[in-house]
């Protein structure tokens, strides 16, 4: 990380009451335990702290010294804080709450602050914990009292981008981010893919997308199996569908956990769903676990409707039938049943996840031991990859009601894209929640190591404001640091560079939203309750072609007439 930086440091005396008053913050938040990791540098904490700023550096870093801030300062890519005066500007924020108990926003945290001193923008946060999308859909509904900035409503699509735009609650950010948004610029310079996706139809960006582009190219979402079962029953490690299918008649047959009881054991369960078994799509010929992919002749296709589907299906009946997989259809009962040392497959959860599992299978068995999974071939040639989490999550935009919107832009530069922000966001601050070693490395403090009220990392940083819900760009690096020598990072490591991008969620034009509002929510449901009873056998699979003329019927092929055109306006977006 290059840093052309300044520092100042606030008293000790505040700094300790800060400290004290995180610490003593909130109730316990039921994550797992995890170490950290760094990126490599040469430079030492001090040349941090005392290096030139170069010539590309805005004449911002040479009012640097005056910017009120704890513990460095990092590149501001040409932004210039503070922003405006203390108490000049305040801005409304409306959207989630913290996902950390016993925290709000509202309330503020050690990180609120401090961007706060460091911008000069005094943000009035207005966010909550349950009921989200009811509150916000309610106040842009009736276009009084709109906040500044919000998150957009619904949270699982796009469409309020689309919605919101049109009704002019939103307004177009291009000007806005060409004029006053030097680190946004430079974020889509490197990643076209997010330009793309918070690109309208119309060539508008209207909102912001929460942007996990840089921390899904580390982190793996896949299955991840018991390695001390495998090992007590002298089994290795299964990489294709047949082996799978083994492993699992393994499990259920021969006590794999130990206990004398050979009928305890449930080979594999799901953590939100039976229907997301589709992860393991890639045993029965498809290249990736995506249910939207795009072939080599650069068709769009939808996996649910295609014949190597219906032999998942089978296979996965099969198992159903069997007793190998979970009868908890819903996986309500995954965490009891992990916590009692009965679960040998999870599937899917991202690698992170891994530790949590593991966390709760000790209180049964202490020599649990949570691998994370390959992805499963056809066969022994089989060169499938796993799919990327999504790159996006919620949109974030300025309303129409906000009278300072070069502000807002500037503040959300700043909190979303510079890379100053960035440390805020993805460490926390420092000398409260990291250091820097004499090798210039950094350090989490016990605040986020030791902390007995938040007993992960993650908690623990989310308590102080870290980890936020707004305009999210999570940190790849920050992650592995976070997890630094654990199992977490060498799945990551071992996933890095051999995961596809998924198929990108675009925004789709007034009438396309309209298409897609009126006919996915009851398609996908029908999709999903018609895995559900194949796998199960309520629903045989002689009426697989059935099933298929009935969801073409609901609008199947014109949902994916709109992937289409949708995939093709990404491609002109990103040059491919």
């Not at 946060?125 to 500044?148: I, K, N």
């Not at 396309?512 to 796998?535: G, K, Q, R």
């Amino acid at each position: 990380m290059q840093k052309k930086i300044i520092a100042a440091l606030l008293s000790a005396a505040m700094l300790i009451s800060v400290l004290t008053g995180c610490q003593n913050s909130g109730k316990q938040e039921g994550e797992s335990s995890q170490t950290s990791e760094n990126k490599e540098t040469e430079e030492t904490n001090e040349e941090k702290k005392s290096e030139v700023p170069s010539e590309e550096t805005d004449t911002a870093d040479a009012d640097a010294p005056s910017i009120d801030a704890t513990g460095t300062v990092y590149d501001l890519g040409g932004l210039k804080l503070p922003i405006c005066e203390p108490g000049e500007v305040e801005l409304t924020y409306m959207g989630n709450d913290t996902w950390c108990a016993g925290v709000s926003y509202n309330d503020g945290t050690a990180v609120q602050q401090e961007i706060e001193k460091r911008t000069g923008v005094h943000v009035n946060w207005d966010t909550y914990s349950s009921d989200v999308e009811t509150v916000l859909q309610t106040r842009l509904a009736s276009m009084e009292g709109l906040p500044d900035m919000v998150e957009l409503p619904p949270f699982d699509s796009n469409v309020g981008v689309d919605t919101y735009s049109g009704n002019g609650v939103l307004i177009p950010l291009n000007d806005l981010i060409e004029q006053h948004a030097p680190n946004i610029q430079k974020l889509f310079e490197k990643y076209p893919a997010l330009k793309a996706m918070c690109t309208s139809a119309d060539g508008n960006i209207y909102a912001l997308a929460g942007w996990w582009g840089d921390i899904n190219d580390y982190v793996p979402d896949y299955l991840y199996i018991r390695q001390d079962w495998l090992d007590n029953l002298g089994i290795e490690m299964p990489r294709t569908i047949d082996e799978l299918y083994d492993v699992l008649v393994a499990f259920k047959e021969q006590d794999a956990n130990g206990n004398g009881d050979p009928n305890d054991e449930i080979p594999l369960a799901t953590k939100n769903g039976i229907w997301q078994l589709y992860y393991l799509m890639t045993g029965f010929g498809y290249d990736t676990n995506s249910l939207w992919y795009v072939d080599e002749a650069g068709e769009v296709h939808y996996a649910a409707v295609e014949e190597q589907y219906r032999e998942m299906l089978e296979f996965l009946n099969k198992c159903y039938s069997e007793g190998l997989i979970s009868d908890d259809l819903e996986g309500n009962l995954l965490t009891q049943n992990i916590t009692e040392d009965k679960v040998g497959i999870v599937c899917h959860d991202p690698a992170d996840n891994m530790a949590s599992s593991d966390d709760l299978a000790m209180t049964g068995n202490p020599n649990c031991d949570y691998e994370f999974m390959p992805v499963i071939q056809t066969d022994e040639n089989g060169t499938a990859q796993m799919t990327k989490r999504s790159l996006t999550w919620h949109y974030y935009g300025i309303t129409s009601a906000c009278e300072t919107p070069e502000v807002a832009i500037k503040w959300i530069d700043y909190v979303y894209a510079s890379e100053d922000g960035s440390m805020l966001y993805n460490y926390g601050i420092e000398g409260l929640t990291y250091e820097y070693d004499d090798k210039g490395e950094i350090q989490f403090t016990d605040l986020v190591t030791n902390n007995e009220t938040y007993t992960s990392a993650f908690s623990a940083l989310r308590s102080v404001g870290a980890w936020p819900t707004y305009f999210i760009n999570d940190s790849g690096e920050a992650f592995m640091k976070i997890f630094e020598g654990t199992k977490v990072e060498t799945a990551c490591k071992a996933a890095y560079n051999n995961m596809r991008d998924p198929f990108p969620e675009m925004l789709g034009t007034a009438e396309e939203s309209e298409v897609y509002t009126s006919i996915w929510p009851d398609l996908s449901t029908y999709l999903n309750e018609m895995f559900t009873a194949f796998v199960i056998g309520t629903e045989s699979l002689d009426n697989f072609y059935k099933y298929v003329e009935t969801a073409n019927s609901m609008g199947m092929q014109d949902i994916i007439e709109i992937k289409k055109a949708q995939y093709g306006r990404y491609q002109e977006i990103v040059g491919k």
